[in-house]
């Protein structure tokens, strides 16, 4: 009887039960589904400008482009720029991991200080950073000459060429990693690392097997943008000497060499699309939403013990390293600047003083350009993050490695792509804030977007689609469910593009308007001079400026 009563209730529900089964909380044709790819439509067509320029001009010249791509120099470069890539991911994930845990799980004393610091070297612009280190490490540098009257020592090791790039390029891109790790740390669910313990895991072993799984997506988003932020950076290895793709296309554009130059960035492109290919067969099929409802529990924090010492030790140490040193190194520069030049006026007859006060518009329009670049390129990001992790598919997939791609391109390419298209289709827009804004966005839309994904892959389908049962439509959902669950992943990736926008040096130069100077330009105008100490006024205010909404989204989050 009851058997056949089971029988009655399943067949009366049956038809709900269908539709329910039927029923796409995102129909394939919505108005909202549309917006989202109209957005990323938009994205594409704004990258895809520039392999355009680049193939418009190979098609002018690609004998002397062939004849580059032929000779083995650029098979040695191509070494270089892998190597070096390769060498600082893993590098700062070994550094971001184990400090992202510490700072947010344990009971580290003065942890939220720490996160604040750790993530600080991420505003210094890596020229700066090169020029402060050689001017510290190299063999006859500021160390020497302090070690010398204690030890007697004469020399230190060579810092130029590949030693010196890979340790810059470390201690200034760990923090992409540090930042999405931590960020999905205090997210993580403290039941499933409880549960194991209950089990009689032991804490380590939990961390192996439950924790550093979790992480995998945030450590392969990390690790990602610091791969492309290797590949495309300029200002280390043209400083410390060490030839990667990006400095000898700079070369090559500076000789107007148009055409080898187009070739090697062509190549770079490719050495990216190989990148990510390797990153998505390397993300797997696990998944890593809550599936629980309510507000995850905050961490308890892990006792460490006699560890809290070599914790310290440890944290300080890449503190040291990676911000007081280079820090130190700025102010003995500007201190030294003032003394030679204090009451003496320059060329221009303006005094150091006035000097100073001049610095202060260059500051208004560094702020002015990141932080609207910053929002444009949150904006546009969140198309792809919806689709890549909410519709994925080939469409979405491809949206997604278009944007990453995007980021290894130098700066200068974006420049003058912008410009080429700017002069014949767009005269209108040539040297203004808007042209100069979409090239941060197809620069820097990557930091967005990796962090946009990440807070929505831990965001449970289940809870849109109790939304969607209730007949809301899916933009609603998304305002009043979604948005709220990955607004902190949206502004950690709005505070990586507006630190980088602060550091972006080649596409403002070339693409801002006239009269439109910033503090990046300022300090390369005097570093490229030889005027050392009068660089590092305007570079001491931009890592001022860059570091007050870094600590202030640190410190805002709860601990």
Known sequence: MAVNELRSVRTLLSPHITIQQKRRYWPQWSLFYLLLVGGALFVSALILLVPAYLLIRLNSGWVD???????????????????????????????????????????????????????????????????????????????????????????????????????????????????????????????????????GVAPWRAFFRVTLPYLRPSVLAGSLLVALYVLRDFGVVATLQYSTFTRIIYNRYMAYKLDAAAALALVLVVVTAVILYFEQKSRGRARYERISIGVARQHKPVALGWWKVPALAFVGSVVFAALIGPASGLVYWFWRGWQQDYGIKDLSGQSNIGSLVGLI?????????????????????????????????????????????????????????????????????????????????????????????????QVS????????????????????????????????????????????????????????????????????????????????????LSSVPLAWMTLKEKA
């Open 361 to 457: 518009e260059p500051a208004g329009n560094s702020l002015l350009a990141s932080l609207l670049g910053a929002l444009l390129a949150m904006a546009l990001a969140l198309p792809i993050a919806i689709l890549v992790t909410r519709r994925p598919g080939r469409l979405s997939h491809l949206f997604e490695k278009l944007t990453y791609a995007s980021y290894a391109l130098p700066g200068i390419v974006v420049a003058l792509s912008f410009v080429f298209f700017g002069v014949k289709y767009a005269h209108s827009l040539y040297q203004t804030l808007p042209m100069m804004l979409l090239a941060y966005v197809i620069l820097f839309i990557p930091q967005a977007v990796g962090a946009q994904r990440t807070s929505l892959l």
């Open 65 to 199: 482009a062939a004849e580059t791509l032929l000779r083995p120099q650029t098979w040695q470069v191509l070494g270089n720029t892998v190597g070096l890539a390769l060498a600082v991911t893993a590098a700062t994930a070994v550094l971001a991991v184990p400090l992202a845990w510490l700072t947010t799980c344990t009971d580290l004393p003065g942890k939220r200080v720490w996160a604040v610091l750790l993530a600080l070297p991420l505003v210094i612009p890596s020229f700066v950073a090169a020029f402060v280190f050689a001017s510290m490490l190299t063999p006859k540098g500021l160390l020497q000459q302090a070690l010398y009257p204690v030890f007697g020592l004469e020399r230190l090791p060579d810092f130029y060429g590949f030693t010196g790039a890979f340790y810059v390029l470390t201690v200034i891109s760990y923090p992409f990693t540090f930042l999405t790790v931590r960020a999905a740390l205090k997210r993580m669910d403290p039941a499933l690392v409880e549960a194991a313990r209950s089990l």
């Open 461 to 544: 389908r289940s809870l849109e689609e109790a939304g969607r049962s209730l007949g809301k439509r899916p933009s609603a959902v998304f305002r009043t469910i979604t948005l709220p669950l990955v607004k902190p992943g949206m502004l950690a990736g709005g505070a990586l593009v507006f630190l980088t926008c602060m550091k972006e040096l080649p596409a403002t130069l070339i693409l801002s308007p006239i009269g439109f100077s910033t503090l990046s330009a300022q300090v390369w105008t005097n570093v490229s001079e030889a005027f050392f100490a009068r660089a590092a006024a305007p570079a001491l205010l931009l890592v001022l």
